[in-house]
């Protein structure tokens, strides 16, 4: 990628302040956006945008394409006249630090409802003409998604896997009865698509005049659950009921003993070939309207990945799998151009998984706290970096800096004080200036990091199934003290997106 150096922050709209007991694409977005431009950061990380399922965790959606409803803003609703003040009177008492996900869901839902229903009694309808280019725009997924959510909903919100078998089996006169009886419930669907893309694409348009780039993240794998694997199965490794053969995870590693069963489908990757990969174009094109740069998840996967016995209870047995290799990245290039894509590539790294990165030179990921264990020559150190690379203090996976400090072996505590020249006390933003000073081309660190916060703010255990992503930053967090420390950091290393309008000698 040959962008010039700079910085971010990782924050997932999720954790933006609010009065819906959730972050939305409302005022505090465009707020978060300013505050980034102001303290001269050019790079805004998050998490993917689809539509959380079980455990709540935006790497098992409903769908690989459409968004996350819980994220529309109400407030914004209101001002297309959807919403209404009294619609807000019996409005939750929400906790301000976190997102308590059951009651915020229905709280949601039930705004959305009413916003629907006095979308359709609109006469006229102002969106339509919106509305029809979305549809359009979107088709290759959308009445799938649409359809795919209304069917759970009328069986109970169960697996597909256990839908009644015409339905299971996309049995096309049973589809064709069903949206008969249900034309309003797919309705309802599209209409939470349309808004969301509409709000997003105003955050997206604002974040560009401020001249922030947005980091976006794709999951290699799709949830079993969703609307891609229902709809495509032919792409996945499963019987003619549906059921999985073999799914995704990883082996044991520095997260977990036991591995990481995710039990995702895991790809027919001849099927995808045989298409010249027109999923994953899909998916990648939908993608980029929405992000300026793609983090790809798990990107050892297309090298090789762990596969699972369906059924087993950990990932502990399982074999490597060869994946597409170069032949996939060379197809998309070629129907998409180069893509801006950054490499995640931790873990059990192989010389394949490095081969591949650097034959498309795709800048790989460096996490300052995994530097410590080892000695001088670990290649997370700042002094191990290559220019073409994203460094960060740690990720949405791992503990935030205090946390991990606090909790790291005393050996890999006295490496770290004596390798950053530091007494530790301050150890979130010792991790940012050696991640900030090194010559990575893009640092990054999660907002928990600048605000010096414990384990407590932690977004995400990996391996455990509930309780993740929840951290949510009070009102009173980016305060004039934070301002200028970003600011101070950004302009002695060079970051600043205000160039030499904040001192800097290279814009």
Known sequence: MNYKRSSGIILHPTSLPGPDGIGDLGPECFHWIDFLQEVGCGLWQILPLGPTGYGDSPYQCFSAFAGNPYLISPVLLQKDGLLTRSDFSDRPAFPIDKVDFGPVIQWKINLLDK????????????FLSELEIFKADNKYWLDDFALFMAIKESEGGVAWSDWSKPLRNHDQAALMEFRAEHQDDIERHIFRQFFFYRQWMNVKNYAAQNNILIIGDIP?????DSADAWSHRD?????????????AGV???????????WGNPLYRWKNHKETGYSWWVERLRSVLKLVDIIRLDHFRGFAGYWEVPFGNPTAEIGRWVTGPGADFFVSLDRQLGKLPII???LGEITPDVIELRDQFQLPGMKILQFSFSTDSYDPFLPHNYPVNCVAYTGTHDNDTAVGWYETAPGKERDFCRRYLARSGEDIAWDLIRAVWSSVARFTLAPLQDFLSLGTDARMNFPGQPSGNWTWRMTPAA????????????????SRSIHGEDTGQRHP
């Open 115 to 126: 916003a629907f229903a006095r979308y359709k009694a609109l006469n006229p309808n102002p």
């Open 220 to 224: 290699i794998f799709v949830s079993y």
């Open 235 to 247: 792409l996945f490794y499963m019987d003619k009921d549906g059921i999985p053969s073999v799914v």
């Open 251 to 261: 082996p044991p590693d520095y997260f977990s003993p036991t591995g990481q069963l």
């Open 343 to 345: 490499a995640e590539d």
């Open 478 to 493: 980016l305060n004039p003290d934070l301002i200028k420390r970003i600011t101070e950091m950004n302009v002695l290393f």
